[in-house]
């Protein structure tokens, strides 16, 4: 333990080896009541969410609203279009030749979709940041290539630093580091 | 089948041609796909590839500069034949586009392993191609500059685009599918981007590749929110894909001419898209998994497989040759028996007929496992295939217009020099795009390789 004097931490950090290390260390110290933990994986690990206990996400309801809004927007768009913007009689057919206009609905509805759940999941994430505390700790480059990391966070009510890297010993992490929250 | 072949997908074969080469861990997988852009040093042969394509890519600027200057006259169009090259390679590039798609959403829907590795750059090859693709139509209206007016914004004459043409659908469904693409393949980029800004040890590089991640950092609850929106993204990709050349063939077959006004033409268009769009996959996976050597990473799996999705849609695009035939026999409509004996016996019959010998004929071969498992074999059917499907859409676009109802509308076709530089150059623009990604972004994703590397030694315990 390094740098003890600091008064502003972000959490403690400890590294681990594989995905399996990484959700028995999480289950281990949730269990011991903490509840401001999060871990960094280089790639999604199965069953890490649950273990974590995160709830279902909004990004398919924001996908859903982003869906409807492009349809219908799109749709009704074309309908003012064709029947009061720029009526256009060709041979007395009707002017809300809705089939026609189906195409274009169909397209918008994927658009928004897309573009909702795209930058829906990046502003729920407060992406773009460009710093976080994390990328104090030296070794969390290897958090992008292989290594697995969870971070007991200082916001947690049970949070006191020598408990916290003792827990993380007890679970076997590696390189158990405070992290400075400048 | 030839003696000793173990059983056609029996665990034996699985483990003879795995989607991974033995032994890689999330640490090696990373050290190799990342070399590529950060440690290795570029090639002579990159920079001479490189200088090559841009070269021909300059043929395409001074092309479209010169028809920008003179106008379409410098083309072969004239009336009849108002739809040349420019519509012809539009609907080849946009289908070749449509295997990146396919490759990363479907396949991604279906749980498929081996797409793992190839889905990177297909997907980048979407967008080129797509890129390529648009910029046809667009120099095609002849006042490119004027290409807003398809927009609808509030112009202070008051017009609004016909939403009723099939011209506007395209508009829409080619500028969502190019925006989703685009978003698809910049999802899948976020971690790697964080991987190579962790890993770049030149200050620049560690800017650039730092401001593209966006602060990334691999948090569960970041990943928790990321394989919502990749999951979404993949579901909405797939009706997306099957529209877009659908839309395209509403181009040809809502207009009331003979040959094009027939409902196989989406599903057929589709097939096709698909059938180009995996030989181009192929033309280039086997050059680069060679030069970087990858073959770890894109093994024979891979090929093998995009080889059976070759045969499958190929077959899917005969059936649509066989109903077009029989449709118009079928119909007992003059015109539409006509067209058809003027494919096998018009002007234009001997490109009909290098068409089924590249579409058809030819790709038969891969029945055989042998021809499946010969790369160079492989290679070589891929670009057949890719001639194959450009003279698909000669054939549908000329001999159409060439042969309308009435003799004295009946005209010929042949392209310029104009119309070859255009068409070269675009390829041009396109072997350079790919050139300048393979250098500057992982051409694999290496986060998924790295769950593939977990799921596998899953497997194996």
């Known amino acids: ?182 | 089948m030839s003696a000793g072949q173990p059983p056609f997908d029996s665990p034996e074969i699985r483990r003879l041609t795995p989607v991974i080469g033995p032994g890689y861990t999330y640490g090696s997988v990373t050290d190799k796909i990342s070399a590529i852009v950060l440690t290795r040093p570029t090639s002579l042969g990159w920079y001479i590839g490189f200088l090559i394509a841009f070269s021909v890519m300059g043929m395409m600027t001074v092309a479209i500069a010169w028809l920008i200057m003179k106008g379409t006259g410098i083309w072969g169009i004239n009336i009849p034949i108002g739809w040349g090259f420019a519509i012809v390679n539009f609907v080849w590039w946009i289908g070749i586009g449509h295997a990146g798609t396919l490759i990363s959403a479907i396949l991604f829907l279906l749980n498929q392993k081996w797409r793992t590795s190839i889905n990177r750059f297909a997907e980048a090859m979407t967008l080129f191609a797509v890129a390529c693709a648009g910029m046809f139509p667009l120099i095609h209206t002849g006042r490119p500059w004027m290409a807003f007016y398809m927009m609808p914004y509030p112009s202070t004459m008051g017009i609004w685009p016909q939403f009723r043409s099939p011209l506007i659908w395209d508009v829409f469904a080619v500028s969502t599918y190019g925006t989703v693409s685009l978003m698809f393949w910049f999802v899948g980029l976020i971690p790697d981007l964080a991987t190579l800004r962790d890993r770049s040890v030149r200050k620049p590089m560690k800017i650039i590749y730092g401001m593209l991640s966006m602060g990334w950092r691999g948090s569960a609850r970041h990943w928790h929110r990321y394989q919502s929106a990749y999951l979404l993204l993949a579901g909405l990709a797939t009706p997306l894909v099957l529209s877009v050349h659908s839309v395209i063939s509403f181009d040809f077959s809502v207009a009331i001419v003979p040959g094009w006004h027939t409902t196989i033409f989406p599903p057929y268009f589709v097939a096709g898209a698909i059938y180009s769009g995996f030989a181009m996959v192929l033309t280039i996976a086997i050059p680069l998994r060679k030069v970087y050597g990858l073959e770890d990473f894109i093994t024979m799996r891979h090929l093998d497989n995009m080889a059976k999705v070759m045969l499958a849609t190929g077959l899917i695009v005969a059936y649509g040759y066989f109903i077009e035939f029989f449709m118009a026999s079928y119909s007992g409509n003059k015109f539409d028996v006509f067209l058809v004996q003027q494919r096998l016996h018009g002007p234009y019959a001997p490109y009909y007929y290098a068409l089924i010998l590249c579409n058809i004929l030819i790709p038969q071969l891969l029945w055989s496992f042998k021809m499946r498992h010969n790369v160079a074999v492989l290679f070589i059917m891929s670009i057949v295939v890719n001639i194959g499907m450009w003279l698909e859409r000669f054939v549908i676009v000329v001999i159409s217009l060439t042969r309308d109802y009435v003799p004295s509308a009946w005209g010929r076709y042949s392209p310029t020099f104009w119309d070859w530089a255009t068409f070269i150059g675009t390829m041009g623009m396109f072997v350079t795009l790919i050139f300048l990604f393979v250098r500057v972004l992982p051409a694999i994703s290496i986060a998924e390789m790295r769950e593939l590397v977990a799921e596998t030694s899953e497997d194996e315990k």
């Open chain 1, 1 to 182: 333990m390094q740098h003890l004097h600091r008064s502003h931490i972000y959490g403690v950090m400890g590294e681990f080896g594989d995905p399996a290390e990484l959700i028995h260390a999480v289950e281990k110290i949730r269990a011991a009541g903490y509840r401001r933990v999060n871990a960094y994986s280089p790639f999604p690990v199965e069953g890490l969410s649950e273990a974590l206990g995160l709830k279902r996400n909004m990004v398919s309801t924001i996908c859903l609203l982003g869906g409807l809004t492009g349809g219908l927007g799109g749709f009704l768009f074309q309908y003012w279009v064709a029947t009061t913007a720029y009526p256009m009689n060709i041979g007395g057919r009707p002017l809300n030749s809705w089939p026609a206009f189906i195409p274009v609905t169909f397209e918008l509805t994927i658009l928004g979709a897309s573009l909702a759940a795209v930058f829906g999941m990046l502003a729920l994430n407060k992406l773009p940041q460009p710093h976080h505390p994390v990328f104090n700790v030296p070794r969390f480059t290897h958090a992008s290539a292989d290594r697995f990391f969870v971070c007991i966070e200082a916001k947690d009510p049970k949070f006191q630093l020598t408990e916290c890297a003792r827990i993380l010993q007890e679970v076997h992490a590696h390189h158990i580091t405070e992290v400075s929250d400048d």
